[in-house]
């Protein structure tokens, strides 16, 4: 079983509209939770990276909350882009592994005109 | 652009086959990362490697290899295709100073197509 599930699979939204993408993890111990924004074909980049203290962290138009509790994290995007289409990622490491993170799946955002 | 070169972008080849990616950190980065990225797998963690010496396991086959050379660029082999082998190979590095707590930095992606 996957240890970080994401929701939803892919949504729709309209450009200039916000939307809000969900990441829950079962990852023990926790070192940190990571969002990676992917375009097709291409190499994930890394949006936002927060540890067990964070709970907000902001990347431009993206923002990312942390509940370490409840091992939830969300992924804000406010008024997007065309450029926002891609799959974003969410990836939690934990703290007894050396540089080894466990992905989720992936939320494939379309933003259309 | 992240600084990590991968080569080739793409590869054609045959079932039974063997290939070798190659992978060139950012300057200054000690740690590279190998992941498969599938259709219906998502990405997966195959290897780290940090100054040299292998750091990190994942769901690497047997049939697959990996090692880094002492100007820190990395080798991926893949021995005995297979069809399923067929995916996007990414490679990524980090300063590998803070272990965990990196940002990687992924290269562009090699495309293998196995026939």
């Known amino acids: 079983k996957n240890q970080v599930e994401q929701s939803p699979q892919s949504l729709i939204i309209l450009e200039g509209k916000n939307c809000t993408l969900q990441?829950?993890?079962?990852?023990?111990?926790?070192?940190?939770l990571r969002w990676y924004k992917q375009d097709t074909g291409r190499g994930p980049v890394s949006l936002t990276i927060?540890?067990?203290?964070?709970n907000t962290k902001s990347n431009g138009r993206y923002t990312a909350t942390l509940d370490a509790d409840t091992k939830q994290s969300s992924l804000h995007i406010t008024a997007s882009q065309l450029s926002d289409s891609a799959s974003y990622i969410c990836?939690?490491?934990?703290?007894?592994?050396?540089?080894?993170?466990?992905f989720g799946a992936g939320t494939q955002v379309v933003v259309t005109p | 652009d992240s600084g990590v070169t991968q080569t080739p972008k793409h590869l054609i080849t045959a079932t039974g086959q063997r290939v070798t990616l190659r992978c060139s950190p950012r300057?200054?980065?000690?740690?590279v990362y190998w992941y498969q990225q599938s259709l219906d797998q998502g990405l997966q963690f195959l290897i780290q490697?940090?100054?040299?010496?292998?750091?990190a396991k994942g769901n690497i086959l047997e049939r697959f290899s990996a090692q880094q050379f002492p100007d820190l660029h990395s080798e991926l082999n893949l021995s005995s295709l297979e069809l399923g082998d067929s995916a996007l190979y990414f490679c990524?590095?980090?300063?590998?100073?803070?272990?965990?707590?990196?940002?990687?930095?992924f290269g562009p992606g090699t495309r293998l197509l196995v026939l």
């Open positions: 990524a590095s980090s300063p590998g100073k803070r272990g965990g707590q990196e940002t990687q930095y």
């Open positions: 990441c829950n993890y079962t990852v023990s111990p926790f070192s940190n």
């Open positions: 927060m540890t067990f203290s964070e």
């Open positions: 990836v939690v490491s934990a703290s007894d592994s050396w540089g080894k993170l466990q």
């Open positions: 300057s200054g980065d000690l740690s």
């Open positions: 490697y940090y100054n040299g010496e292998e750091r």
